[in-house]
């Protein structure tokens, strides 16, 4: 039995004000400090396979840390973890910008990858708590799904903006910042969710692993944040080595795909009542399919261009918002009381299968041609569409 926490009184925009600077600062901090990779083995004395280190230690604790934070808020609360993460991460952050030597550096990349994982999964999980049943569900995983498509774009830019103005460690001192103002913001506003549990009703984990709904929509939200991860990864030597693109018009290029997704995320709603949560992935994986033959098509017959590789692009991209905006609703179902630790597997899981898979397309195909994303997109859509046809027989026997 549980009992229904204090009510969450705020609109969908001051929840987005609210809620957004958690989720964007967890991948920011990786995109926003690429530009002065290449100069921190000079800076601080080492070798550039620690400072990749840094970065892949970065990524691995951001998953795994989910797996642990998950069941804590569950038992705890979503409003410590977030709280407690929150001010790992600020404080990592400005130890990070006073850093002088790499042992102190890679240890304080490491905490603060744990402060980030935190703050994500109880993000997360709250609005799994508070919109678990309600429209407004979709439109905040649609939004996020496209506000975190900008950071890969954007991030370095940021990054190399500020390392000219200001230096290196200005790039942590920013992320510390920004972090204290979102953390007094969410002190003074967000209230516990999580529900009240009975005692000795607290379930097991194990129904996660066993259902089959949880495993078909974390499938479907992999193969299109995967999609997406193929893209950012190969659209640099596709559109600047073999295009012709300048760095500049490749942003610009670029930046017109996060722009699909924000466009797609104002009618998002009305999509997912028209289709419902299955429809909508089922479509959202047919749109990736279409897309990936598309791109076949200007590999086959074309050259690298806007039109052969951006333009299929936007067609995957509104596939990604689609499947994004209800993988998250479809997966976590029945899971209320252990919602935290849902929300941590199913993160896990989904960067598990972007981070291997994912690389794997890149690094086996041509990563300087579309190859890479046709292939990942298309073996996972087609996976999902079965996986969705599976599951609705299963109900249909049921």
Do not use: H
Request: with cysteine; proline share 5%.
């Amino acid at each position: 039995m549980s009992i229904k926490p204090r009510i969450w009184a705020y609109s969908l925009s001051a929840t987005l004000l609210l809620m957004a600077p958690f989720d964007i600062l967890a991948s920011l901090a990786m995109d926003i400090y690429l530009p002065v990779v290449p100069a921190m083995p000079g800076i601080l004395n080492t070798s550039p396979a620690v400072i990749q280190l840094s970065l892949s230690l970065y990524m691995i604790m951001l998953g795994l840390g989910q797996i642990i934070f998950g069941p804590v808020s569950d038992r705890i609360g979503r409003r410590p973890v977030l709280i407690g993460g929150a001010l790992l991460f600020a404080a990592a952050s400005f130890c990070l910008a006073a850093s002088s030597t790499v042992a102190p550096f890679i240890v304080f990349r490491f905490l603060q990858a744990i402060g980030a994982s935190a703050a994500l999964v109880a993000t997360f999980a709250t609005v799994r708590d508070v919109y678990a049943d309600r429209p407004e569900s979709t439109v905040i995983y649609g939004l996020f799904s496209a506000m975190l498509s900008f950071v890969p774009a954007l991030g370095p830019i940021a990054g190399a903006l500020i390392v000219d103005a200001l230096g290196w460690r200005a790039i942590f001192a920013a992320l510390g910042a920004v972090t204290i103002l979102a953390l007094v913001n969410a002190l003074l506003r967000w209230p516990e969710t999580r529900p009240v549990i009975a005692p000795n009703t607290r379930r097991s984990i194990l129904p996660i692993f066993r259902s089959f709904t949880f495993w078909t929509y974390t499938l479907g939200f992999s193969a299109a944040m995967g999609t997406f991860f193929v893209f950012f990864s190969t659209a640099p030597r596709v559109l600047i080595d073999r295009a012709g693109f300048s760095e500049m018009t490749f942003s610009l290029a670029f930046a017109t795909a996060a722009g699909v997704m924000i466009v797609t995320t104002r009618f998002i709603r009305k999509f997912v009542a028209m289709w419902g949560i299955s429809g909508s992935l089922a479509r959202g994986m047919m749109l990736l399919l279409l897309g990936a033959a598309l791109l076949s098509i200007g590999q086959i017959f074309g050259t690298a261009s806007f039109l052969t590789f951006i333009l299929p692009m936007w067609i995957m991209v509104i596939g990604i918002v689609l499947a994004v905006s209800v993988a998250a609703n479809g997966a976590l179902q029945g899971f209320g009381d252990i919602a935290g630790s849902a929300v941590a597997f199913y993160f896990c899981i989904q960067s598990l299968i972007t981070g291997i898979f994912g690389t794997l397309a890149v690094v086996a195909l041509q990563g300087d041609t579309t190859w890479p994303l046709v292939a990942y997109s298309a073996l996972m859509a087609i996976v999902v569409l079965a996986a969705l046809a599976l599951l609705r027989r299963r109900k249909t026997l049921g």
